[in-house]
């Protein structure tokens, strides 16, 4: 008997997960108290969702690390290296411009905030409520986002820079220091004499084989890892949470759609050439996969895989465009950002001039920069940017409380979109250095 294909096992599993979810919920009423039957498949369910991710960033280090130097060494020396540098971080600024652009539109002509011209009074209690009611878990990050180190435009160039490449790969947010360093590592090698050149490219491009086989395995088990990490959640998020905010829901998705359905596939049309529909086929695993974990970083080696096996694109330029976009280039939350922003000003009454909404555009570009690919990381920015418009600390803490309890939908719609932006980044850069891309589309 033929196999279903992955994408559809994805698919069904993450269709059985909002069934179950509702059924239980509604049974439980959504309540889960500790040592219950419910509280504990809750648990194991949140358990195998856990270990499926940590396979998959298990493996994050060590793929980014053998495809940037195989793929590099590659390159005929620095030269090529840096058009293809120049050319993916002009595409990169280009499209997160126009997502941005899009969502700023979005924001203001729907105005999400406000019923006839007055800002929401509902909304605005469901704010000072998260004040009264948010949890503590809640509390908890908004105040490590506060703490943490916000990080601008410099302190990511810093972070290109590791004063240890071994801490750099131990930490999550230090990815860009590994990539910088791989990519040195890779210049460096077609620099040497050609025997151990080519025993290093030759040791690099197996290691990288290996992890691709591993990635394929981890695969292999993903319905039950999207399974298990949707379940807890369609049980915790009913659909009365977001009854109140259903203008802002429809207007994030509304510029979400815009930018992956309508925007991206004409640049993939009139700059690349090619079909977008193939290309959205050719990334149905890594889409779908974005979708149910929430995280850029986590799904990279299936885009990587994708980009490569379905839409064609070589090892090089993928292995350039890929690890760096899922690090620096996030279309979806950079128009988030912007959404948010503008709502939450809406929502407590402060007018957004041109100056200021200007401000905004340009702040969301910038952090989206240093914004991990990882679920709800953008807050962190919401709040610093929100701050940055001279709205009250407080305020802006208690709003973006209210924002996280909604957060998980709409993180998952970004986050496919930050994945589908890197990938039509790969197919343009690759076009545009001649080669033939979903031609022979396998998806
Ligand atoms: N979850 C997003 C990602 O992984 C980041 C965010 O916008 O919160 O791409």
Redesign the pocket.
Known sequence: MKRLALHWQILFALILATLTGVIFRTLFNGQAPDGTLVAKSLGFSQFVGDLFMQALKMIIVPLIVTSVISGIASLQGVKGFGRLGAKTFGFYAMSSLIAVITGLLLVNLIKPGMVDGKPNEVIRKVFDAKEASASEAELATVATANMRESKDFLDTIKMMVPENIFAAATNNGQMLGVIVFSLLFAIAITKLPADEMRTLKEFFQAGNDVMITITRWIMAISPIGVYALMFPVIFKNGPDVFAEMAKYFATVLAALGIHMFVSLPLVLTFVAKVNPWAHLRAMREALLL?FS???????LPVTMRCVQDNAGVSKRTASFTLPLG?TVN?D??AL??CVAVVFVAQVLGYQLGFGEQFMIVTAALLT?IG?????????V?ILLILKNSGIPDAQAATAVVALLSV?RLL??A??AV??FGDSCAAVVIATSEGEKVLEDATA
Do not use: H, K
């Not at 914004?371 to 807050?379: F, N, R, T, W, Y």
């Open positions: 974005a974990t929430a995280s850029s970083s986590g799904t899922a996030m979806g939350t988030y950002e989206s914004v991990a690919g990882i679920p709800s990381a953008s807050l920015a957060d993180d998952m970004r986050t930050n994945v």
